[in-house]
């Protein structure tokens, strides 16, 4: 288990597939990751089946410490020992969540275990232009943007660009001097 002050990271267990699943139904949500597939819940249970075979990915319930609610989830994903990399993502399930810094602790957890853990040297992620909020916290948790997929996403009939940033080994020993 892997702890900050307020969240711990935690690997998926079932109980936690219905409100994933029910996360996977939140319109603003969806919108923040462009998402537009409306998912069953078997496919999401068929989904996590599949995750916990994958040895490329890793994929963790974000809880509260105070109470062990699961809020979120968040995956490390895509991992290339060869070129020592990986892709990530995280949702934090419920608007009351939001704004409380919750995502940039799970975020320092996540990269805790990419750069101590697994030992990789890059982390990877995209963000959408019209997710601030986002954006805020991954470079509050040391991730620098590197480029930008210009108008990548037409949703609720506007463009948003994608924008992709890292945060590299050095970048995250450079930041917890």
């Known amino acids: 288990m892997k702890k900050e002050n307020n969240v711990y990271l935690r690997p998926i267990e079932d109980k936690d597939i219905e409100g994933i699943f029910n996360s996977l139904h939140d319109e603003e949500g969806l919108y923040m990751t462009g998402t537009r597939k409306v998912f069953t819940m078997e496919e999401v249970r068929n989904a996590y089946e599949r995750f916990?075979?994958?040895?490329?990915?890793?994929?963790?319930?974000?809880?509260?410490?105070?109470?062990?609610q699961m809020i979120g989830d968040l995956a490390i994903n895509d991992i290339d020992l060869d070129?020592?990399?990986?892709m990530f993502r995280i949702a934090i399930h419920s608007r009351d969540n939001y704004g409380k810094g919750y995502g940039t602790e799970a975020v320092r957890l996540a990269q805790k275990f990419t750069f101590e853990e697994l030992r990789l040297n890059r982390l990877e992620l995209q963000?959408?232009?019209?997710?601030?909020?986002?954006?805020?916290?991954?470079?509050?948790?040391?991730?620098?943007?590197?480029?930008?997929l210009r108008q990548s996403l037409f949703m609720k009939n506007q463009y948003s660009d994608e924008i992709i940033m890292s945060i590299l080994y050095d970048d995250y020993v450079g930041g917890k001097l």
């Open 52 to 68: 916990n075979k994958d040895s490329t990915r890793h994929d963790f319930a974000i809880c509260l410490v105070e109470n062990d």
């Open 83 to 86: 070129n020592r990399k990986a």
């Open 127 to 148: 963000v959408y232009s019209h997710n601030p909020r986002g954006i805020r916290s991954y470079e509050k948790a040391g991730f620098k943007r590197e480029g930008i």
